[in-house]
C-alpha cells in the first residue's frame, strides 16, 4: 500500500489544475492496460504521468478507467482523472446509474444529488467530494471538456479500449 | 408533514433502465466518495429478483486511487458474505432472492457497500482529511 499524501489546501490543489501541462510526445495515444487482478472488475486503466523528466518532485498524472457494464444493455463507465500521487484534482464521470451527492446543506437541494456524466472540481470545503452535472455529451467531447479544464495541451483522442485485441 | 409521513421521504430514488431493470439509490454515500449506495435490481420473472451493483463499487475505489493487492479479493469475500451476498470473480457484489426476502437482501446490500467503501478507504493513498 502506497504511504498516504499529505492533505492539499485548496489553493494548492486549484493551482496544479491551472497550471499549464503538456502531454508527453513520446505517449501518442492512450495505453490501456487490462486489470487483471482476480475478484476485481474487468476494467481497463490507462496511467499517462505529467512532467515525465522535470523538477517536480510531485506526480501529477491522467489516470483513466474503463469498464463496460457487466448488465445488459447498460453503457460502459469511465471515469477521468487529473490526480496528484493519485489523488484525484480534477474528474469526469460517465456512464452509471447512480447520483454522486454533495454534502453541503448550503448548495440549493437540486444542486446535491449530481446524475451522470459530471464533473468533479474542487470547492471550499470539498476538496475532492463536490461534483457538478455535466451535458449529456459524447464520450469523445467529456474528453476535450476535461483537457480543457485541467489546462493540459497536446493530448491524444480518446481512444477508448473496445477492441480486445488492441489492448496491451 | 407528519411523523407518518417521514419515512416515506426517506425513501429510495428510483431510475428506471428497461422494463425489467430499475437502479435504485438511497442518499447515503460511499465511504471513500459521495457516490449515493445503489444497486441495480432486476426481475427475473415468477417473482424472483436479482440484486447486483454491476461492479461499480469497486471500479468507483479504483478510480479514486485505490490499488487492489491479490489478498484483498479474500477478505473482501468474506465482508460480503457475512451479509449473506456474494462478491463474483468480476468484483460485483449480487444475489438472487425471491420476494419475500427482497427487503433483507436490499438492506444487506446497502451494508455491504458501506463496509466494503470504508474497507478501500483505509488503503487509499490519501487521507480522507484536508
Known sequence: ?168 | MNLDELPISFGFQSHPISEDLIYLETTMSLAFDGRCLGFYLEDLGRERYRLSDNAETLFMALSQGYQPASKDHKEMQTLVEKQQLLLSEQGEIYQVTAAGELSFYLARMLETQFALSHYCLQKMPWKLEY
Open chain 1, 1 to 168: 500500500m502506497p504511504s498516504a499524501t499529505p492533505p492539499l489546501t485548496l489553493d494548492a490543489a486549484e493551482a496544479l489544475i491551472y497550471e499549464a501541462k503538456t502531454w508527453d510526445e513520446a505517449v501518442p495515444e492512450l495505453a490501456w492496460k487490462k486489470l487483471s487482478t482476480k475478484g476485481f472488475p474487468e476494467a481497463y486503466y490507462s496511467y499517462n504521468r505529467l512532467h515525465p523528466e522535470d523538477e517536480h518532485s510531485h506526480e501529477l498524472a491522467v489516470e483513466c478507467y474503463y469498464k463496460p457494464s457487466i448488465l445488459q444493455g447498460l453503457p460502459a463507465a469511465l471515469s477521468l482523472s487529473l490526480t496528484y500521487n493519485h489523488q484525484r484534482l480534477l474528474g469526469v464521470d460517465s456512464g452509471m446509474a447512480g447520483s454522486h451527492l454533495n454534502k453541503s446543506l448550503h448548495l440549493p437541494e437540486d444542486e446535491r444529488l449530481v446524475g451522470h456524466p459530471h464533473l468533479h472540481r474542487p470547492a471550499p470545503g470539498m476538496l475532492k467530494d463536490f461534483a457538478e452535472a455535466l451535458p449529456a455529451s459524447e464520450l469523445a467531447d467529456l474528453w476535450e471538456d476535461f483537457l480543457l479544464l485541467a489546462n493540459l495541451l497536446e493530448a491524444p483522442e480518446l481512444d477508448l479500449p473496445a477492441a480486445g485485441d488492441r489492448l496491451l
